[in-house]
């Protein structure tokens, strides 16, 4: 499988800062990446998906200037939370298809940002 | 719309088996995915189906159904490391993505 990897792996932060988080493909190119969020005990929401060298396409109900995506190059996604605040806690995660048959999806680690 | 159903909570004794039922619903099937999460940590790919029938891989094995829109996850000799989430998942070939299901939280008593 594809090895994913993020930073930080854990943040926190006032409420109202910007909060930048990694996502980087470690052994192949991805064209295209995708961020979810998870709450706890709940199941993974995805949040958008990343493409290279364009705009993110971001899911139902997800506010794209809140959450803002670039993925200026194929090994680099990164999700920036801006404004953030308390409701915005939770575990976010990222994913890459490296383009197998089956379109399996491989995560990173997860960031836990915790706004205070 | 995508709808995807499986149990909030099992639990099992070290040693035995447990199956994991998931059903759903959706448009442009591409693949029925099962993941593993710990807590606190992110989900890892235990495996995937795509045509009917059982897939087995060592201690987990994998059945789908496709005109049921039924998958389930077979665990055998269960060891006390399999407590976790399990995330029953649907690809859309519509829309390029992943839909997971609630997960469920599998407890393993000696």
């Known amino acids: 499988g594809a090895v994913v990897s993020q930073h930080p792996s854990w943040v926190i932060c006032k409420s109202g800062t910007s909060v930048k988080i990694e996502c980087r493909s470690l052994?192949?190119?991805?064209?295209?990446m995708f961020w979810y969020r998870q709450f706890p005990k709940q199941s993974l929401m995805l949040m958008a998906t990343?493409?290279?060298?364009?705009?993110?396409?971001?899911e139902q109900g997800v506010e794209k200037d809140k959450f803002l995506i670039n993925h200026a190059s194929l090994t680099l996604s990164t999700l920036t939370v801006t404004s953030a605040h308390p409701e915005d806690s939770s575990f976010y995660i990222c994913?890459?298809?490296?383009?197998?048959?089956?379109?399996?999806?491989?995560f990173g680690p997860g960031t836990r940002l915790t706004v205070l | 719309g995508q709808n995807i159903d499986q149990p909030t909570e099992m639990t099992a004794t070290e040693g035995a088996i447990v199956q994991i039922n998931c059903t759903y619903q959706?448009?442009?099937?591409?693949?029925l995915f099962w993941y593993q999460q710990h807590a606190g940590e992110a989900p890892t790919f235990l495996s995937y189906?795509?045509?009917?029938g059982l897939e087995e891989k060592g201690r987990f094995s994998s059945f789908l159904s496709r005109s049921k829109g039924y998958s389930y996850l077979l665990l055998k000799e269960l060891q006390m490391k399999d407590s976790a989430s399990y995330l029953c998942?649907?690809?859309?070939?519509?829309?390029?993505?992943?839909?997971f299901g609630s997960g469920t939280r599998l407890s393993i008593r000696p």
């Open positions: 994913s890459v298809d490296p383009g197998t048959a089956t379109d399996t999806q491989y």
């Open positions: 189906n795509v045509l009917d």
């Open positions: 959706t448009s442009g099937f591409n693949g």
């Open positions: 990343s493409n290279e060298g364009s705009k993110a396409t971001y």
């Open positions: 998942a649907v690809g859309s070939s519509s829309a390029s993505k992943i839909i």
């Open positions: 052994d192949f190119q991805a064209t295209t």
